[in-house]
């Protein structure tokens, strides 16, 4: 899962904590991290008792270089996350929720739909939450590999949750990179937004579904979300359009933009609001462009990356009953929904493939079996990828 914010404390840390390496002793590093614990609000008993039996889970360094929203093609990216099915459940979890949707909305001023969203991107609306416990990976991360000293602020704010009863289960699991609960907070974001709505006197993100969506919306407006506006819209952009005039953070006003020839795909008119706004073009001139907006920005500081940025408000749009995307991404091989992805293990089952349960997740082994059957076609590159090309093949005998 992507990283959040670290606290501040993480860069106030004593520079006598000098980086650990894999060869260093797990037992010493988190001997050495005892008083700056204790500085962060960490009290010795509560640092003895949570630390007590923790052993170093190296296979998390790897996934610091390997973020999806960074190393996958967006339209790879967003076939998996913005697929019918995840539309389905979306609409269907919005109906099921209603009252208390309603209820966040009045308190936090923020769009159901984009509060949604987020739940559905960030753990298939409460489903996958993550396997790995929480104290391991952030230890680990705190002695080893980059960012140790953001690693190590969130660390101990888990402890500071766990001591302070926020967190009542020191086995908790979450991702790789230490957020949890049903909309994947870091800690330091859950120290400092959770919110207690259904009022059980616990900050509850993993058990309490009212208290995950509020703590959401209250993140989002936070953020700066603006009550009533769009997150943007699919553009067309004139010919001769200067790509270099494109990116989050060269805003212009509105007039300015539809003075250049930027038009609404769907032919509306964009309204002339009180904001300025930005182009986007993440796969080039070829593909889709989108007109962002202020609330863009706060769906953005979430998880800062354009291709998770763009699954939330694409995904919020298609939950509010709106169509997807109008321009196709430039590929000849689009990816592949989650039901074609299972769909595409079974089939590779059936030719003998050893790549066990066809659960839609595409793995390193899955990967390989896709390569060798991508040589035995002549289907290039032989990359191992997931696409269309490969499953119409398969489909096809």
Not at 124 to 138: A, E, F, Q, W
Not at 148 to 163: C, D, H, I, Y
Not at 300 to 327: C, K
Request: include cysteine.
């Amino acid at each position: 899962m992507p990283l959040r914010k670290s606290l501040a404390l993480s860069l106030l840390l004593p520079a006598a904590l000098a980086q650990a390496t894999p060869g260093d002793d797990f037992a010493d590093c988190l001997d050495r991290l005892r008083g700056a614990a204790q500085s962060a609000g960490v009290s010795a008993a509560s640092y003895a008792r949570f630390t007590q039996g923790l052993q170093a889970d190296m296979s998390v360094l790897p996934l610091l270089d390997a973020q999806p929203e960074f190393t996958t093609p967006i339209w790879d990216y967003l076939a998996g996350l913005v697929d019918e099915q995840r539309v389905a459940d979306g609409k269907a979890r919005m109906s099921e929720h209603a009252d208390l949707l309603r209820k966040v909305a009045a308190r936090y001023q923020v769009d159901p739909a984009a509060v949604v969203a987020v739940w559905g991107v960030e753990s298939d609306y409460g489903r996958i939450t993550g396997k790995r416990p929480l104290l391991v990976s952030l230890s680990t991360l705190s002695c080893y590999g980059r960012r140790q000293a953001f690693f190590r602020g969130e660390f101990f704010a888990a402890l500071k949750l766990l001591q302070q009863g926020d967190i009542r289960d020191s086995g908790i699991t979450g991702s790789w990179a230490g957020a949890f609960g049903q909309t994947q907070f870091m800690p330091s974001t859950y120290a400092r937004i959770a919110e207690d709505f259904d009022g059980d006197g616990h900050r509850d993100l993993v058990g309490s579904t009212a208290d995950a969506l509020a703590s959401t919306a209250n993140y989002l407006r936070k953020a700066g979300w603006r009550e009533g506006q769009p997150w943007g819209y699919e553009v067309r952009l004139p010919a001769g359009f200067d790509p270099a005039l494109a990116g989050r953070t060269k805003r212009r006003a509105i007039s300015d933009w539809t003075a250049r020839g930027v038009m609404r795909v769907d032919g509306k008119p964009i309204p002339d609001i009180d904001s300025r706004a930005a182009i986007l073009m993440p796969a080039g001139k070829q593909g889709p462009a989108f007109l962002v907006l202020r609330n863009y920005d706060a769906i953005y500081s979430y998880n800062a990356a354009e291709s998770y940025a763009l699954a939330i408000a694409l995904l919020s749009d298609r939950l509010r009953g709106e169509p997807g995307l109008r321009t196709p991404w430039p590929t000849d091989d689009p990816g592949l929904s989650r039901a074609e992805r299972k769909t595409l293990q079974e089939l590779l089952l059936q030719r003998g493939y050893d790549i066990g349960k066809a659960d839609g997740m595409i793995g390193d082994v899955t990967r390989r079996a896709i390569q060798e059957e991508q040589h035995k076609r002549g289907i290039e590159p032989a990359d191992g990828r997931a696409g269309q090309k490969i499953l119409k093949a398969l489909q096809g005998g």
